[in-house]
């Protein structure tokens, strides 16, 4: 029963190319399709019904884990069709489960929209790059596409540490080892301290989570690696603090000082739906300029985003520049511009302003330079 009904199930997420399956007791099974949650025309699933679809693809070391500590995580391929990666979880006492859908094909920057001064960030010789945002804002897609361009391009020893991996990388002119948490390596600073003695160019980090693994993923980038980590927040300047507030005070000078050297750039990032399906991306991107870099160290990080704002030469946008740029290209809903704005005020006075033909002097010149304008 079990194993009839989920090859059904991702057979309909992978056709409809929805990015989540949500199985709970109580309910038919949901998709989340274009950010929406769909319910699915079947039955309401019934206790026995998620246990016999967890027990058909759940690995015994992870059934073994659900029941020690009430839930895990792993990934699966589906054939040749998708991988997922799976989180299973006891609520009022029955299972659950949210299998989210990993597409087998990588996308190009241009695809993704990705700022174009990443590719000259990702050929430095070292350096952290920070890709971050909340959960499903694509992080795990951008980084992958960053690892695949690589393996296109240039000749590396690229290591992931995933937790657990969810795209799959061959091998191509770079060599790719993928160490997943919990079954290749204990955990994420013991797979850093590893990988530097396995001449690696490129390691990637797939969550910056705690003070071990964060001061180890800094280390690496200091001596002569690039690194790649995700964190979960909204901003550039965000960003920069957190890692410095996981520090204790005596500590602080010193991993700002480390910090300043070490981060090249950060790229934070948020899903808007799209007009009238399907979802874009909006970006923020700090380019850690010598100025940048000295602002960090002086813990000036509050004047980060003015130097962005200024810093249009070297690559750099803010969050609500690039939801106003979307809005203003007609891909995106003038509402959900402000689901995701930072400064939500400044960001609707300028959106009216527009309307009226109001702009600031940038964007006059933007739109003196745009074909779609002329």
Not at 71 to 91: I, N, P, S, T, Y
Not at 111 to 121: I, R, Y
Not at 302 to 314: A, C, E, F, L, N
Request: glycine share 6%; proline share 4%; charged share 25%.
């Amino acid at each position: 029963m079990g194993t009839l009904l989920i090859d059904k199930l991702l057979q309909t997420v992978v056709q409809q190319k929805a990015s989540d399956l949500h199985l709970t007791v109580g309910s038919q099974p949901m998709l989340r399709l274009h950010g929406h949650m769909r319910p699915l025309a079947t039955k309401v699933l019934e206790s026995a019904d998620t246990s016999a679809l967890m027990k058909s693809i759940t690995p015994e070391r992870c059934q073994q884990e659900l029941q020690e500590v009430g839930g895990c995580d792993f990934g699966f391929a589906f054939g040749e069709m998708a991988r997922f990666r799976v989180a299973v979880f006891k609520q009022r006492g029955n299972i659950g489960l949210v299998l989210r859908r990993i597409p087998n094909e990588f996308l190009t920057f241009q695809q993704l929209g990705l700022p174009a001064v990443m590719e000259d960030l990702i050929t430095r010789p070292r350096g952290l790059i920070l890709v971050t945002g909340p959960t499903g804002s694509g992080k795990t897609t951008s980084l992958a596409s960053m690892i695949n361009w690589i393996n296109d391009n240039l000749d590396r020893h690229i290591i992931t540490i995933e937790d657990p991996i969810e795209y799959f990388h061959k091998h191509k002119k770079s060599l790719i080892n993928q160490r997943e948490i919990g079954i290749d390596v204990p955990d994420f600073p013991e797979a850093i301290r590893r990988a530097l003695r396995m001449d690696p160019d490129c390691i990637l980090v797939g969550e910056m989570r705690d003070l071990a693994t964060i001061s180890a993923a800094v280390t690496a980038a200091e001596t002569g690696h690039i690194v790649f980590g995700t964190l979960h927040t909204n901003s550039a300047e965000g960003t920069v603090n957190r890692i410095i507030d996981v520090f204790p005070k005596e500590q602080q000078d010193q991993i700002r000082t480390q910090l300043s050297v070490a981060i090249i750039g950060v790229l934070a990032q948020a899903l808007v739906p799209r007009k009238p399906k399907g979802l874009v991306a909006a970006y923020e991107m700090l380019v850690v300029t010598p100025a940048i870099s000295n602002l960090i160290r002086e813990n000036k990080t509050y004047r980060i985003d003015s130097s962005i704002q200024t810093g249009r030469k070297h690559g750099m946008i803010l969050l609500d520049d690039s939801l106003f740029n979307l809005w203003r290209q007609g891909l995106v809903e003038e509402e959900e511009l402000y689901v995701k704005a930072r400064k939500v005020n400044e960001l609707r006075e300028r959106v009216e302003n527009a309307k009226k033909g109001i702009f600031d002097d940038e964007e006059e010149a933007d739109e003196d330079t745009d074909p779609k304008k002329k």
